[in-house]
């Protein structure tokens, strides 16, 4: 039976899954976007040319384009076909990884990492750097860009992470981070560990499809929108949002180890990749600071339980976030100068929590 109370909170959200460019590029706010109202000297990075200056091309709300499914037979399920492409730095992309690590798929679907510094001055498109001569070695492509157009020859809009690339064609297939995570716990049965938790489960579906809504437009979405900086009533507007939900969340995590009872589900992943960024980004970067993560005993310690467990901890990684959020990209530092915060110390994440006390093992 679904939980009335849940289900009247998320009648009260209007889900969209389009998202506005990233802030750390397109916000209004100089403190979000060094380059914000700037025009930017232009580069050229081997064959990449910067575009930062036409960047309005990649401006436009955006939802994900490419959908086909496992669950409906389109996709078949199959062992070493896909590739999971992502950035360590994006919390979008972060929710994918850390689910097919739980699951116990990272036999099955290989990982792909792109570098979360782009060439100087380039947006719209992640890159191979971080591999040997810049190509990632199983897709043969320099940029995720390659794999989009091999799926749509005419896309020309941002190429985004997560995206789930066929090895056998080169081409994305999906890149809905909303829908991944229930594609890969309903249709890969067969692979799925063991010991891994259920991350849908049929009796409480309903309740993790509304609790997700809620995370997503006034948690996951909401801190993105509060970066923009359109105008301080728009600021204003996301930033209620963000701080009412996360009381609500407090309040409901003193009851419970996870969000939805003792199980861990998919709706804690999603809450989770906001909190790992929440006050090494979204505090200090985009004034999302009436409290800090650590200020909240139950949503921190709740967020340390996770941590702990090595699908979520190993894909934590707050160098690369520290590197898109402040450090950008790889435009010289005499040409926009920028400063890496040395903190907060990471190290706090490993510090023992109080989950398995409160609620038992």
Same mark, same amino acid.
């Given at each position: 039976m679904s939980d009335k109370n849940l289900k009247q909170e998320a009648s009260k959200i209007k889900v969209d899954d389009t998202l506005q460019a990233c802030p750390i590029d397109f916000s209004q706010s100089s403190v979000a976007n060094p380059r914000a109202h700037k025009k930017q000297k232009e580069y050229q990075n081997g064959k990449i040319k910067s575009n930062f200056n036409q960047r309005e091309k990649y401006a436009a709300y955006q939802g994900p384009e490419f959908k086909k499914k496992f669950t409906d037979g389109t996709l078949p399920v199959e062992k070493d076909r896909y590739r999971l492409v992502w950035s360590r730095h994006c919390p979008w992309a972060n929710r994918i990884a850390i689910a097919i690590d739980l699951l116990g798929l990272n036999d099955v679907? #290989?990982?792909?990492?792109?570098?979360?510094?782009?060439?100087?001055?380039?947006?719209?498109?992640?890159?191979? $750097?971080?591999?040997?001569?810049?190509?990632?070695?199983?897709?043969?492509? +320099? #940029?995720?860009?390659?794999?989009?157009?091999?799926?749509?020859?005419?896309?020309?809009?941002?190429? $985004?992470?997560?995206?789930?690339?066929?090895?056998? $064609?080169?081409?994305?297939?999906?890149?809905?981070?909303?829908?991944?995570?229930?594609?890969?716990?309903?249709?890969?049965?067969?692979?799925?560990?063991?010991?891994?938790?259920?991350?849908?489960?049929?009796?409480?579906?309903?309740?993790?499809?509304?609790? #997700?809504?809620?995370?997503?437009?006034?948690?996951?979405?909401?801190?993105?929108?509060?970066? +923009?900086?359109?105008?301080?009533?728009?600021?204003?507007?996301?930033?209620?949002?963000?701080?009412?939900?996360?009381?609500?969340?407090?309040?409901?995590?003193?009851?419970?180890?996870?969000?939805?009872?003792?199980?861990?589900?998919?709706?804690?992943i999603n809450l989770y990749v906001t909190l790992a960024r929440f006050d090494l980004v979204f505090y200090q970067k985009y004034y999302v600071n009436k409290k800090r993560l650590v200020d909240y005993p139950n949503l921190w310690n709740?967020?340390?339980?996770?941590?702990?467990?090595?699908?979520?901890?190993?894909?934590?990684?707050? $160098?690369s976030m520290r590197q898109r959020f402040y450090e950008i990209d790889h435009t010289p530092q005499a040409d926009l100068p920028r400063i890496i915060p040395i903190g907060p110390d990471d190290s706090i994440w490993e510090e023992p929590n109080d989950r398995a006390e409160k609620f038992g093992k």
């Amino acid at each position: 039976m679904s939980d009335k109370n849940l289900k009247q909170e998320a009648s009260k959200i209007k889900v969209d899954d389009t998202l506005q460019a990233c802030p750390i590029d397109f916000s209004q706010s100089s403190v979000a976007n060094p380059r914000a109202h700037k025009k930017q000297k232009e580069y050229q990075n081997g064959k990449i040319k910067s575009n930062f200056n036409q960047r309005e091309k990649y401006a436009a709300y955006q939802g994900p384009e490419f959908k086909k499914k496992f669950t409906d037979g389109t996709l078949p399920v199959e062992k070493d076909r896909y590739r999971l492409v992502w950035s360590r730095h994006c919390p979008w992309a972060n929710r994918i990884a850390i689910a097919i690590d739980l699951l116990g798929l990272n036999d099955v679907i #290989s990982k792909g990492v792109v570098d979360p510094l782009r060439p100087a001055g380039v947006v719209g498109d992640w890159f191979f $750097t971080l591999d040997k001569d810049n190509v990632d070695p199983v897709l043969k492509i +320099h #940029s995720l860009g390659e794999a989009y157009r091999k799926a749509d020859p005419d896309y020309q809009k941002r190429a $985004t992470v997560p995206a789930l690339v066929d090895i056998k $064609t080169g081409k994305v297939v999906n890149n809905d981070y909303n829908e991944l995570v229930k594609e890969f716990s309903l249709a890969w049965k067969d692979y799925i560990a063991p010991d891994a938790p259920d991350l849908y489960p049929a009796a409480i579906r309903e309740d993790i499809d509304n609790l #997700s809504n809620i995370i997503l437009m006034e948690i996951n979405y909401a801190v993105n929108e509060a970066g +923009h900086g359109r105008s301080q009533a728009d600021y204003q507007k996301w930033y209620d949002i963000i701080f009412n939900r996360l009381d609500w969340l407090e309040e409901r995590l003193s009851k419970q180890r996870y969000l939805l009872g003792d199980k861990l589900t998919l709706v804690d992943i999603n809450l989770y990749v906001t909190l790992a960024r929440f006050d090494l980004v979204f505090y200090q970067k985009y004034y999302v600071n009436k409290k800090r993560l650590v200020d909240y005993p139950n949503l921190w310690n709740y967020a340390k339980d996770l941590y702990s467990i090595p699908a979520f901890g190993k894909n934590t990684n707050f $160098t690369s976030m520290r590197q898109r959020f402040y450090e950008i990209d790889h435009t010289p530092q005499a040409d926009l100068p920028r400063i890496i915060p040395i903190g907060p110390d990471d190290s706090i994440w490993e510090e023992p929590n109080d989950r398995a006390e409160k609620f038992g093992k």
